[in-house]
């Protein structure tokens, strides 16, 4: 039994959130307690819960939905739809036109029926039958005020009076619609962003000061290790320099103070975000993984198009993609927490072997087993400045030899194949568009 002193109260069947060693415990409050150990609905200053999890003193608990606000909120939602007043006055006499005078919406509408009423026989349409026909408005925005009927010894059927009442409705909303002045507003023109092509070449992304040092020394000049900001982060912190972004709270924190780049998980995939994210002041765009080629080719033809000049793009041509991101850490659920300082790990299945990357903050990313490999495409891929290798588990010497053969590949015009069907992919590259 774990004790919740309260500063507000607690009720059965909320939702609470529990912080217990940077990481999160979500459940819902099914059964409540007292200190006795009774079943109650309700706490006010201390309550007490058995879950599982072993939690420690001082964990600050969270309430993060409070079901009896929203049981209220939920019956009050049929109230929310705000009504109009209907009036209408009826004239109905014996071998004339069924005639009726409705005001809404601040209009007036004259209705007359296109049939001749008859005298009643035995029961005439009494008022009570004609408030009973016209409020029927349910689907619409009104509901039924004033009504009145001089009863005269008329018959007045059903059906006509559903007739006149659904032409009232539409008349009167055509009324209000034809009384706003039509007003076309002044389109700004759009500034149009573009960039001066340049010469492609590589940048890297690595996860060790290893491959960071080995990419310096294969001349790699712009490397994404320290200057990362992941989509996932909240706690952002001072830095230096220019950035890799790969969130927009990222960007709206840093776009003040660093030149910035954003990431592949912004999903980018068409030109009007490629413009929306120069607008926020990025100096590049790289692309979302899930685009082929002739989608990257309409890409850059369309941002031409719009803006009389080309995007300033980066591309991830290497790497092992990302398949997961997860608050859940296999290794401290296995007491093992730290070991991923000093050692690497990875899941294994019937499918293959999936590396697991770990970050400062506990949290973790699984990664494709196969690698992505578009080294060979380069040669061929125009309108993208940069392009990027995503270093994860390699090691120094893979790091510095697959940087060659790119290099190789880039400015030779190399026709030897790097590609490796054993171990590589091409991804989404060469794919029918679905």
Known sequence: MYEIKLTRPLNQNDIIRISHNNEDIVLTVVKLYDKEGKLINRANDVG?????????????????????YYKELESSLEKEFKRFNLDIKVNAQPNSKLIIEAEGLGFNYLYEGEDILSEAINNPTTKEQVIKQFSRLNDTIFELNNVI??????????????????????????????SKKKSIK???????????????????????????????????????????VRR????????????????????????????????????????????????????????SYELNKTQIEDLISSYYEKNDGYPALEMIVYGRAP??????????????????????????????????????????????????????????????EAFRLNFTVESKEQVIKTINMAMKKLKSKDNQIIFNKETDTRGHFNKEIM
Request: aromatic letters at 12%.
């Open 323 to 384: 398949m997961m991101f997860s608050k859940y850490c296999p290794l401290k659920k296995m007491n093992q927490c730290g070991s991923c300082k000093t050692r690497s790990y990875e899941l294994k299945d019937e499918h293959g072997t999936f590396p697991i990357i770990t970050h400062d903050d506990c949290t973790t990313t699984i990664l494709n087993g196969k690698i992505l490999n578009l080294i060979d495409e380069v040669q061929n891929i125009e309108g993208i």
């Open 149 to 178: 009927y001089e009863e005269c010894n008329v018959f007045i059927p059903a059906k006509l009076l559903n007739v006149a009442r659904r032409e009232i409705v539409q008349a009167l909303y055509e009324l209000k619609l034809n």
């Open 48 to 68: 007490y819960i058995k879950i599982k999890e072993k939690l420690s003193k001082d964990d600050v608990v969270y309430l993060t939905k409070d079901y009896l």
């Open 232 to 287: 996932n982060q909240n706690d952002y912190k001072e830095k230096e320099g220019q950035l890799l972004i790969g969130g927009y709270g990222g960007i709206y924190h840093y776009r003040k103070t660093n030149p910035f780049i954003t990431d592949y998980s912004l999903n980018v995939v068409n030109s009007d975000s490629c413009y929306e994210l120069f607008k926020l002041g990025a100096k590049r765009v790289t692309l």
């Open 186 to 228: 002044a389109l700004k023109a759009k500034e149009k962003i573009s960039f001066t092509p340049r010469e492609p070449f590589f940048t890297a992304s690595v996860t060790s000061k290893e491959q960071y040092d080995a990419c310096v020394s294969c001349g790699i000049k712009e490397i994404y290790f320290d200057n990362t």
